[in-house]
């Protein structure tokens, strides 16, 4: 009897550390694929902001003050939207990656459960038995 019970905390042990582990993988996959976009989005903005900064640096009439002032708006606006739209993606990633690890969760609950069901079914007709 305790051999049986040692065999089903082991088992049970392993399903867990077998789910635990393929969802720590997907956590990691998706703070990799999030850092890659943030870190990309970043750059792209650094890129942009030195651009327009190097060509304010160059202004010396009021023509060019009015140029540099109209890429600044759009500066500006893009800016606003790629990081709107870096947010969305973020959040899409994050999304995918909670409904993964749930549905690993929801299957090393449903193993476990069937696990006991027959279990307790056997324990059940070998009572019954005698």
């Given at each position: 009897m305790f051999?049986?019970?040692n065999a089903q905390s082991v088992t049970l042990g392993k399903s867990y550390t077998d789910?635990?582990?393929k969802a720590q993988g997907l956590a990691?996959?998706?703070f990799e694929r999030i850092t890659e976009l943030n870190l990309k989005t970043f750059e792209?903005?650094?890129k942009a902001s030195v651009d327009?900064?190097?060509q304010a640096v160059e202004v010396r009439d009021l023509e060019g003050i009015k140029t540099i002032s109209q890429k600044g708006a759009q500066l500006a606006k893009e800016s606003a939207e790629k990081l709107y739209a870096n947010g969305q993606e973020v959040f899409g990633v994050s999304l995918k990656t909670s409904?993964?690890?749930g549905a690993i969760a929801k299957g090393s609950f449903e193993n476990t459960n069937e696990t006991f069901a027959k279990q307790a079914s056997a324990v059940t007709k070998a009572a019954g038995a005698r």
């Amino acid at each position: 009897m305790f051999e049986q019970i040692n065999a089903q905390s082991v088992t049970l042990g392993k399903s867990y550390t077998d789910a635990f582990v393929k969802a720590q993988g997907l956590a990691m996959a998706g703070f990799e694929r999030i850092t890659e976009l943030n870190l990309k989005t970043f750059e792209d903005q650094v890129k942009a902001s030195v651009d327009f900064w190097t060509q304010a640096v160059e202004v010396r009439d009021l023509e060019g003050i009015k140029t540099i002032s109209q890429k600044g708006a759009q500066l500006a606006k893009e800016s606003a939207e790629k990081l709107y739209a870096n947010g969305q993606e973020v959040f899409g990633v994050s999304l995918k990656t909670s409904e993964a690890i749930g549905a690993i969760a929801k299957g090393s609950f449903e193993n476990t459960n069937e696990t006991f069901a027959k279990q307790a079914s056997a324990v059940t007709k070998a009572a019954g038995a005698r």
